[in-house]
């Protein structure tokens, strides 16, 4: 065992190393070819440059949201092979708790200037929304899906389809069916919160959530790789049979991939309030469809795939709505899942495992 | 549940051999178009009479209760198409609204003043279900080689994004304001009693009875399918896909035409509702729309087409009926909570409630099929339980009970094996598609199972 494990890890290691040097590639290439784009387009032609760091800022703060989404997506298929349907709702349950905890419990509508008392109050409302979000998902995981563990496959995915619409109408009773605003801490309009530059603003909030993100897709990455809960998760999606045999319980098992599932989905609840102001009951259904496509984009399963997934749908979303096509961006997300389930459908990470459903 | 109390549920479950509900039980079987026909016929004209009685005369004026029958249908229709694809293959559609959309917006392109054509209606409500079917294949071909789940994805995204194409795309749809004035039917001569002559907006009787005509047809239509051989090949798909393949069933093809087939019954009832509405618009196909016709499968009872139907319009006439009539009743009392309720606004909720117990306690369905039924409730089959349980005391008339289910399930095993065997005469070849193991690009590509959960 620690004979394999030292022999892998420095391949790993630079596997990482790899991924990470393509992945900055990919942004810069995604900024030239942002700013050919907006260049080409006569309206945007004279700040082309400045406009393009905006939207590669707007992209990484987007497709950070559908990558803490879509690793929900991702452990629960790994484990259970669900498209849990309610993950999206889980989100959107978040994004109203955020809004609960900021601006009912904790009465701050108003920026806040200092970066002190702001990442309090951030992490105070990480530190109350995860865990809440988490146990919804444990909750639904232990009353709707797993006295269905050993049904037909079509029922856990229809019982998860009426467990959103349940989650989605309880907000809508909650909150009604407009906006509600989300109260904006943020410093947006602070010169000292912002990047000038040619006339377009760029908010650091944008690198703030990528923070955000990155440092909690780390810390599941280490968790999943490193401990002994993680290798249990791992085991059980590798083979949940055997996982049993080697003494794992299944049901703990799956009750933390649900959990870590929903606390992730929380997070990006609580950075939407921050990024889009607003929060909907039906948010949900939306984020999470494009989240889920990030996951399979990414090779479903995959944990790294998911995070890649996710930024991708961001960036193509934001490319299409910087051309002047926001309202084509769904149209052009679905026509990326279409175009990775025909073409290759294990995702971009994902391995090719023949073995049937 | 004890094995006596099992069989004696068993037992009263049976038709009473000799009585009159087994003869005409007897007689269906034999001639179930007929009966069919018959059954419409005389259920019509039930809620026809039913309608001018008091409990629901109250409720609505007969007018609109016809008007409210004949809206019902759509949802009928809808529903019948999605328990093909659903029910009888196994396959979750989550965007089946989009092909109504197109049943829809064929017959208002056709006869429109938007478009300047004013086709007739019968013609054209072939015409859409056709393109209906079309766009049905050309979402299946690519995606049903996929695993079901995909499957189900893919057919969300198709469905959200459909209505979006339509809303966008305004120089082709008017986008939110949608095409208006589009032209009512004109079947039969004026001569003709009651269904003859243009259908004017008042005309419920006349939508009424096209139709119960439509619904009639697509149900004999659709049961002479389900007993044909596609349909044992669909059910044995939707049992096991890897043993059909095996016995040599076509599963692409055979799954692309329970898609095909659902498509065109929602073709039918997009053209039927675009022609009583007289306006189509895109938010009339979104995803609630998909959703409700899926509740209304389940709960019907996934896989029989009776029971479908019937809970398609229970579902809708307690839908659009007693949950506002509900509304003006509890708004009409001083109680401030319970006035404030908007009893419509939560009707999703309930299908939401309805799905989840539905699938956890009873998952065959209000009015379940046979088949399914005995798939789901094995352990409570007497013959099982006498097997099992040899120390049991079992009447004589008992186990005779025990030993005809036993004899029945051999039967019915050996009719899905022949069922199995026939489908494979079909297939071209043992080594083509769908031969053994996965076929092509099933599953090897999809990377079926996910694996592992991999850094």
């Known amino acids: ?357 | 549940m004890s094995a006596s109390a099992a069989v004696r549920r068993g037992g009263m479950n049976r038709l009473d051999p000799g009585g009159v509900r087994h003869r005409i039980a007897k007689f269906s079987d034999a001639h179930r178009s007929t009966s069919i026909v018959v059954g419409m016929v005389l259920f019509s004209a039930l809620i026809f009479v039913l309608a001018l009685v008091p409990p629901f005369s109250t409720f609505l004026n007969h007018q609109s209760w016809l008007n409210t029958f004949a809206s019902a249908g759509v949802l009928v229709l809808l529903a019948l198409g999605l328990n093909v694809v659903v029910g009888l293959a196994g396959l979750l559609d989550l965007g089946y609204a989009a092909f109504f959309a197109f049943g829809a917006y064929t017959y208002a392109f056709a006869a429109s003043p938007f478009s300047g054509n004013d086709f007739p209606f019968l013609p054209m409500l072939f015409v859409g279900a056709a393109v209906a079917a079309v766009f049905g294949v050309l979402l299946g071909a690519p995606t049903l080689r996929l695993r079901g789940d995909y499957l189900a994805i893919m057919t969300l995204g198709f469905g959200e994004i459909v209505p979006i194409v339509f809303l966008n795309a305004e120089p082709y749809t008017q986008g939110t304001n949608g095409i208006g004035g589009i032209s009512r039917p004109e079947i039969l001569p004026s001569w003709v009693p009651f269904i003859g002559g243009p259908f004017g907006a008042l005309d419920n009787l006349k939508y009424f009875l096209l139709m119960i005509v439509i619904l009639a047809v697509t149900m004999v239509l659709l049961y002479r399918l389900q007993d044909s051989r596609i349909g044992r090949a669909w059910t044995a798909i939707r049992e096991d896909e890897l043993a059909a393949a095996a016995s040599g069933v076509n599963t692409v093809t055979t799954k692309l035409l329970a898609f095909a087939i659902g498509a065109t019954t929602a073709g039918f009832a997009g053209v039927y509702s675009a022609s009583k509405i007289t306006i189509v618009s895109p938010n009339q196909f979104y995803f609630t729309v998909s959703f409700t016709v899926l509740a209304m499968v389940v709960l019907g009872g996934m896989g029989n087409i009776w029971g479908v139907a019937f809970g398609a319009f229970v579902i809708y006439i307690i839908q659009s009926v007693f949950l506002t009539y509900l509304n003006t009743f509890f708004q009409a009392l001083p109680i401030p909570i319970i006035s404030d309720i908007n009893f419509v606004q939560y009707q999703f909720l309930l299908y939401g409630v309805a799905l989840v117990l539905m699938m956890l306690l009873r998952p065959e369905g209000l009015f379940p099929s046979k088949r399914v039924q005995r798939v789901l409730h094995t352990p409570e089959d007497p013959s099982l339980v006498a097997a099992t349980a040899g120390t049991v005391d079992l009447t004589a008339e008992q186990e005779l009970e025990a030993e005809r289910l036993a004899a029945e399930r051999d039967l019915e095993t050996r009719e899905a094996l022949e069922a199995a065997g026939d489908a494979a005469e079909e297939a071209q070849g043992p080594y083509e598609e769908g031969a053994l193991g996965a076929p092509p690009g099933s599953d090897e590509e999809t990377g079926g199972h996910p694996g592992e959960l991999r850094r």
């Open chain 1, 1 to 357: 065992m620690t004979a394999i494990a030292s022999r892998a890890t420095p391949v790993r290691r630079s596997r990482g190393y790899m991924l990470v040097l393509l992945c900055l590639v990919g942004v810069v290439a995604y900024y030239f070819l942002l700013l050919i784009a907006l260049t080409l387009n006569p309206a945007t032609s004279n700040a082309a440059s400045a406009l393009a760091l905006q939207q590669v800022a707007n992209a990484l703060s987007i497709g950070a949201i559908y990558a803490l989404i879509a690793l929900g997506y991702t452990m629960v298929y790994g484990i259970i092979e669900l498209i849990n349907f309610a993950h999206g709702d889980v989100f959107m349950v978040g994004a109203f708790l955020s809004v609960v905890i900021l601006g009912g419990v904790l009465g701050q509508t108003s920026q806040i200037t200092d970066l002190i008392p702001l990442i309090l109050l951030l992490a105070v409302a990480l530190v109350f929304v995860m865990p809440l979000t988490g146990l919804l998902n444990v909750g639904i995981e232990r009353f709707f899906y797993r006295p269905l563990r050993n049904a037909p496959r079509l029922a856990p995915l229809i019982t998860a389809i009426g467990v959103s619409f349940i989650l989605q109408n309880v907000a809508l009773a909650v909150a009604g069916s407009g906006d509600r605003s989300s109260p904006q801490i943020f410093p947006l309009r602070d010169n000292a919160w912002r990047w000038e530059i040619g006339g377009i603003s760029i908010p650091f909030l944008s690198f703030f959530i990528f923070a955000v993100a990155m440092v909690l897709m780390v810390a599941l990455q280490q968790f999943v790789g490193r401990t002994r809960l993680g290798r249990a998760m791992r085991s059980t999606a590798q083979d949940r049979e055997a996982a049993a045999l080697m003494g794992v319980d299944l049901n703990q098992t799956i009750a933390l991939t649900f959990l870590l599932g929903g606390a992730l989905a929380g997070a990006a609840g609580v950075v939407w309030g921050l990024q889009f102001g607003y929060v909907r009951f039906d948010l949900g259904l939306n984020a999470g469809l494009k989240a889920f496509t990030a996951a399979v984009l990414g090779g479903i399963g995959n944990i790294t795939g998911a995070v890649l997934g996710g930024f991708m749908i961001g960036f193509i979303e934001v490319f299409a709505a910087s051309l002047g096509y926001t309202r084509w961006s769904h149209f052009v997300v679905f026509t990326v899942l279409a175009f990775v389930l025909v073409f290759r459908p294990a995702g971009i990470l994902g391995q090719q495992l023949g073995e049937r459903a």
